[in-house]
C-alpha cells in the first residue's frame, strides 16, 4: 500500500479512536487497527465489485456498495447517523498533492465499428474485423496424430 492511503487510513483510525473516548493509544495498536480497518475495505469493496457482476454490470454504483453493507451488517441509516454526530477533524500532518491533469485526448487501443442499431449506446463499440478474424497463427500441424503414433510404434519395436 502507498504511503499517502496508508497515513490517510491511519489517521481515519486515530479519528475513531478518538471519538471512542480514547486519549492515547501505543503504536502497535494503531498499526494495527490500520491494517484491519484496510482489509476490512478491500473486503467491501470486493463484496461490492460481486455484487455488480452479478448484476451484469461492470461499474458500481450505490445500490451494489448499499448490498455489500448489508452483508456486513451496516445500516446506511445508522452509518449516516454516525456521520452526522461525529465531528470531523481534519489532519495537518497529511499533505495532500496536487491531482494529475485528466488526458484531453482518449486514444483508441485499436479502431473500432459503429455497433447495430439495436445496442443501447452505452455500451462499447465493437472492435474492426480486422483484430479478431485473423490471426497470423498457423493452426495447421506439423503432422497428423496417426503417422505420429505410427512413427511412436515403429520406434517401440526397433527398440526391443
Known amino acids: 500500500m502507498d504511503e499517502f492511503c496508508a497515513e490517510i487510513l491511519r489517521s481515519v483510525v ?3 479512536a ?3 473516548g480514547f486519549e492515547k493509544a501505543q503504536e502497535s495498536a494503531i498499526n494495527t487497527l490500520t491494517d484491519v480497518l484496510r482489509e476490512y475495505l478491500i473486503e467491501l469493496a470486493n463484496a461490492t465489485r460481486g455484487h ?3 448484476s451484469g454490470r461492470t461499474e458500481s ?5 448499499q448490498i455489500a453493507f448489508e452483508d456486513y451488517g451496516v445500516s446506511l441509516d445508522d ?3 454516525y456521520v452526522s454526530e461525529v465531528d470531523l477533524i481534519l489532519p495537518s500532518d497529511i499533505s495532500l498533492s ?3 491533469a485528466p488526458p484531453t485526448k482518449q486514444i483508441p487501443l485499436f479502431e473500432t465499428v459503429p455497433p447495430p442499431s439495436f445496442v443501447p449506446p452505452f455500451l462499447i ?4 474485423d480486422v483484430y479478431y478474424k485473423s490471426t497470423g497463427v498457423a493452426l495447421t500441424r506439423e503432422r497428423e496424430p496417426s503417422v505420429v503414433q505410427k512413427s511412436k510404434l515403429a520406434e517401440k519395436w526397433q527398440v526391443c
Not at 454504483?61 to 456498495?65: I, L, P, S
Not at 463499440?125 to 474492426?128: D, L
Open 14 to 16: 486515530i479519528q475513531l
Open 18 to 20: 478518538q471519538t471512542a
Open 52 to 54: 455488480t457482476q452479478m
Open 61 to 65: 454504483n450505490f445500490f451494489d456498495m
Open 79 to 81: 452509518l449516516y447517523l
Open 98 to 100: 496536487p491531482l494529475p
Open 125 to 128: 463499440n465493437y472492435p474492426a
